[in-house]
């Protein structure tokens, strides 16, 4: 059944969305911020929670929490939308997740917070998922690039002010506020989403396969959990890794295998006929790889050895971060004008690959212009990738498995930054403490022993040689990283080639039904506003 909205009949010929349309992506523009905005204050405001709340060694778990609760729940979001309504899953989500923001700003101790962020990210999980899904459920993919290309320009905003605005916040307001935050924002988006948007009430007549969500939360939660981690709080080889190895492994199969048996499958394996839809799931993992690894590094290194304050971090970002929005808009223009996308997958990868070599190019002697100008190449990368791999995703697929299409797209994405930080992680970190070790000798061992990532702070502590050796481990280090970037970063550009260019739906000459040329069902067609 068509999704519909308040207002008159919307064509793409039209041009000009209807005003209750565009109220509506203002509502969903503010649940995106929502979600990208929440980790990037709580990272900044964590020192100030630690001291008034203690629990220092349960830190990494008020991230780790958050994570593994909004991986796990996103393909379950994705399908209860398919399955009851696209606006009561969305609007479900957003009040999970002021309810865990509201009970994390109360946390007395740090195991209720770790335990509130939990909640937080189950709503979390449904924010993203539910953005995505109603765009397409509203809006032609013709005429979607461009809407999409601008929540792309949110999150790039949400990068680089979250650090300033949680820095902000936490100063003059206390750290209790950096969720506290969250409340009118969700307030608002929940009223204007309540009042504007009208979607037809659905109800699936097949029971929600309890058994698939249980198998695809422990593969997930299994799999993050070995990235977060592997090589940090456990050895790669320890018993407690291989037994999430295992445990995740056999979830997973165990989950595929029930999903050719389920009547409702939380995830239908049919959607992966596509080739289309399979290829974007493959080059959206490798931009979460690489992404989430350059905002790692990247900041690191300019701190470490360029000497840059990190009061800012956002703002050290920013060269990558406004030319992935910019571009992403450009992308999304000239895909509603034109209908054509192939070329953004293709010249993405390549931009992608040469950003994260020339990158892979910077020592001690490499000027911020210089290191801005790399940035701004892969930046310009993933603004090709960043939403043109949903569109073509969700243009793969039947109306009907818009939210699972939108969730998994999500999913791997998230998946493929959890491999990203992971492996990019223990490699530069191998290659800073081997560094150091042939550099500094015992000094740079003891140095690096507990962590090769060292703070402002502690890197001013050292001695003049050993901070020299540091900068020079650090950019061995960021070397190795993004030399391996690069190089997964090729598999994207192949399946680029293999995307085929099927017609986008429901706009200008391109908006006639073809059948599906990549092994897709013929669409259901475009939500028509009404």
Not at 62 to 76: C, G, I, S
Not at 157 to 169: D, E, F, K, N, Y
Not at 243 to 265: D, H, M, N, S
Not at 288 to 296: E, I, N, P, S
Request: aromatic share 6%; proline share 4%.
């Amino acid at each position: 059944m068509a999704d519909t909205v308040k207002d008159g009949p919307q064509t793409a010929q039209a041009g000009k969305q209807p005003r209750s349309v565009r109220v509506v992506l203002l509502a969903l523009m503010i649940a995106m911020m929502l979600a990208m905005l929440d980790n990037m204050i709580v990272g900044t405001a964590m020192p100030t929670i630690v001291g008034e709340l203690g629990g220092l060694q349960h830190l990494s778990w008020v991230v780790t929490a958050y994570t593994l609760a909004t991986a796990a729940a996103t393909p379950l979001w994705g399908k209860l939308g398919d399955m009851y309504g696209r606006k009561g899953a969305f609007m479900t989500s957003i009040v999970i997740f002021l309810i865990g923001s509201a009970l994390s700003g109360m946390a007395q101790n740090m195991g209720e917070l770790i335990g509130f962020r939990a909640i937080q990210g189950l709503g979390a999980g449904g924010l993203m998922v539910g953005v995505m899904a109603i765009i397409g459920d509203l809006i032609p993919p013709r005429e979607r690039g461009k809407y999409q290309g601008m929540i792309a320009g949110v999150m790039a905003l949400a990068m680089i002010g979250g650090p300033l605005v949680g820095g902000t916040i936490t100063d003059n307001w206390g750290w209790r506020w950096s969720f506290y935050i969250n409340l009118p924002l969700g307030a608002v988006a929940l009223v204007a989403i309540s009042a504007v948007l009208h979607l037809p009430k659905k109800r699936s007549q097949a029971r929600i396969d309890y058994l698939g969500a249980v198998l695809l939360t422990v593969g997930i939660s299994s799999i993050v959990l070995v990235t977060t981690w592997g090589g940090s709080e456990y050895a790669w080889t320890s018993a407690r890794i291989m037994e999430l190895i295992a445990i995740g492994v056999a979830a997973l199969v165990g989950f595929v295998l029930w999903q050719t048996r389920a009547a409702e499958p939380i995830l239908p394996l049919h959607i992966f006929r596509s080739l289309n839809f399979s290829l974007m799931s493959l080059i959206g993992f490798i931009t979460g790889f690489v992404m989430f690894g350059a905002v790692l590094f990247l900041p690191l290194y300019q701190q470490s050895v360029q000497g840059a304050s990190a009061t800012n971090s956002g703002l050290l970002l920013l060269p990558m971060l406004a030319a992935m929005m910019v571009v992403s808009l450009i992308a999304g223009r000239v895909t509603t004008s034109s209908g054509r996308y192939k070329v953004f997958p293709v010249v993405g990868s390549v931009l992608m690959i040469a950003g994260l070599y020339l990158l892979s190019l910077m020592d001690t002697g490499t000027t911020r212009f210089t290191s801005g100008l790399y940035m701004a190449v892969l930046g310009a990368g993933m603004g090709c990738l960043m939403q043109i791999t949903m569109l073509v995703a969700q243009n793969s697929v039947e109306l009907r498995d818009m939210g699972v299409a939108s969730s998994s797209t999500t999913l791997f994405r998230t998946l493929g930054s959890s491999f990203g930080v992971a492996i990019m992680g223990a490699l530069f970190n191998n290659r800073v403490q081997h560094e150091m070790a042939e550099r500094a000798g015992a000094l740079g061992r003891g140095i690096t022993e507990k962590s090769a990532q060292l703070d402002a702070a502690s890197l001013a502590k050292l001695p003049a040689q050993a901070r020299e050796a540091y900068q020079h481990a650090v950019s061995a280090g960021t070397h190795s990283a993004f030399l391996l970037g690069s190089v997964v970063a090729v598999a994207a550009l192949l399946a680029a080639v293999f995307v085929k260019e099927v017609p986008l739906r429901g706009a200008g000459p391109a908006a006639a039904e073809p059948e599906s040329k990549d092994g897709a069902a013929a669409p259901d067609g475009v939500a028509e506003t009404v």
